[in-house]
């Protein structure tokens, strides 16, 4: 798993390089628009929020001794809710709504890697391509909820809560990879068979969700080349994994 985590990492060490020698920059101008309005929208909606979440938390704190310390504590740990239920939004919202300028992306990269002109893959529409991502977006959103939620819960136990950061981490890190990955799956296979795909290699979803969430901590930058630099990444070893497994070559194409 850490081998394949760490592979997923670094086919970003490549990616800037491959954006520009393929002139692929024209093909993330709207998706950058929206991750730049998605994200401020969320980080201010964060900013009011947390406090009342925070000052909501600490009425379960019936006594007067500790009411100050306690209330501070919720007020933190509001903050690290919000934050966290607004990345997991932020993350397929975008996700979502990108994957119709994602999907040519994907394909050049396809291209360039395989030397092919010709695919054997599924045609799809930009219509086709939207409610895909939608769908994939929607169904991960409901499952990361699933199991973000309980791993929030346990940031009110000590010690425990440490490693909660990073199980809550990881599980925002596998489902920001997925969503990349299938920006080239969803040529080669139906939704199904790409959910299956994935889970198959999940170690290199991890590692490519792993620096997907650590661009979103530089300030501004982050937010505007978290999408170019992460797809591409996807996609260089989405195809090298398809080609390995040759599925590039005896996967015939659906509908």
Not at 33 to 41: E, G, K, L, Q, R
Not at 100 to 109: G, L, N
Not at 201 to 211: D, E, K, S
């Amino acid at each position: 798993m850490i081998k394949h985590i760490l592979s997923g990492m670094q086919a970003y060490s490549g990616a800037l390089t491959l954006i520009s020698k393929l002139k692929l920059w024209k093909y993330f101008f709207i998706p950058i628009i929206i991750s730049v309005i998605t994200a401020t929208i969320i980080l201010l909606s964060a900013y009011g929020l947390s406090d009342n979440l925070g000052r909501f938390i600490a009425k379960i704190w019936i006594w007067d001794f500790g009411k100050d310390t306690f209330t501070s504590i919720s007020t933190f740990i509001g903050a690290i809710i919000i934050i966290a239920l607004g990345l997991i939004l932020y993350k397929h919202i975008i996700m979502a709504l990108s994957a119709p300028f994602m999907s040519p992306v994907s394909e050049k990269i396809e291209t360039y890697l395989t030397g092919q002109t010709t695919h054997y893959h599924r045609n799809t529409t930009f219509k086709e391509q939207l409610w895909r991502g939608i769908r994939i977006n929607m169904r991960n959103l409901g499952k990361e909820l699933l199991i973000t939620i309980p791993i929030l819960l346990l940031k009110f136990i000590p010690v425990i809560n440490i490693f909660s950061t990073v199980l809550l981490f990881l599980v925002q890190a596998y489902y920001a990879g997925f969503g990349n990955m299938d920006y080239t799956l969803e040529r080669h296979f139906k939704y199904r068979e790409s959910i299956q795909f994935i889970r198959k290699h999940r170690g290199v979803a991890i590692g490519n969700g792993i620096v997907f969430i650590l661009f979103l901590l530089i300030p501004l930058a982050g937010v505007i080349l978290v999408l170019p630099m992460s797809v591409t990444a996807a996609s260089l070893k989405t195809v090298t994994l398809l080609k390995d497994n040759q599925l590039l070559s005896e996967h015939k194409p659906t509908s």
